[in-house]
């Protein structure tokens, strides 16, 4: 999903070519900081809350989405804003969470989702982890450190697929869970007049 996201921001901007070199970079400075995914992911939660809020909360699904596939629904996953979860799905959390911040390169709402990582180490949940590149990556914008975050939730996924005897590339063990979607019927599209 993240090479699509890519694919398609080269396609609808090709003079942004030097944008994706710049995430491209940015991308290999994420990869290489594997072993703090590797950590976070010994920690052994038994759910994890993946927090993004504006173009960050679609990587935040992105990335709930994919530590729920790969680990075979053993680790149930959400993702909202950090407004949303405050609001109600703030009770999915417990001792065994891992939540995890998209932290935001936009000044005023990189505030808010610090306070609320801030305040959400006195819960209790098992490890908080502010995912925040904007000092290391300064010029990337929201869109662009999502793909980032979603390339973090993979690594986690892939380790918290390995820590509980799973195959990443083939983690369905019931069988539930297809590289591809199965089973879907294509209904023709009926005119409306």
């Known amino acids: ?16 070519a030097s944008r994706l070199e710049a995430l491209a970079k940015a991308g290999e400075g994420v990869l290489a900081d ?6 976070d ?23 709930a989405h994919k530590i729920l596939e790969l680990t075979d629904g053993q680790v149930t996953s959400m993702a909202r804003s950090c407004l949303e979860f405050r609001h109600g799905p703030i ?8 939540l995890i911040g998209l932290v935001s390169p936009d000044p005023l709402v990189r505030r808010y989702d610090m306070d609320f990582l801030a305040q959400a180490v006195r819960m209790p949940v098992r490890k908080v982890v502010p ?31 390995l820590r509980r ?3 990443p590339d083939r983690p369905g063990a019931r069988g539930l869970v297809n ?3 199965q089973g879907v019927t294509i209904h023709p599209r009926e005119e409306t007049s």
């Not at 594997?34 to 950590?39: C, G, H, K």
């Not at 010029?139 to 697929?161: D, I, P, T």
């Open 41 to 63: 992911a010994s920690s052994d939660p038994s759910r994890v809350v993946v927090l993004g809020t504006g173009p960050l909360e679609a990587a935040a699904q992105e990335g």
């Open 165 to 167: 005897g799973l195959r």
């Open 34 to 39: 594997a072993e703090r995914a590797e950590t």
């Open 131 to 161: 995912f925040d590149v904007s000092e290391r990556f300064a010029s990337l914008k929201s869109g662009e450190v999502g793909v980032l975050g979603v390339v973090f939730c993979q690594m986690l996924a892939l380790f918290l697929s």
């Open 179 to 181: 590289p591809i979607v």
């Open 91 to 98: 009770a999915f959390a417990e001792e065994g969470t891992l």
């Open 1 to 16: 999903m993240t090479s699509t996201v890519v694919a398609g921001r080269l396609m609808l901007d090709p003079s942004g």
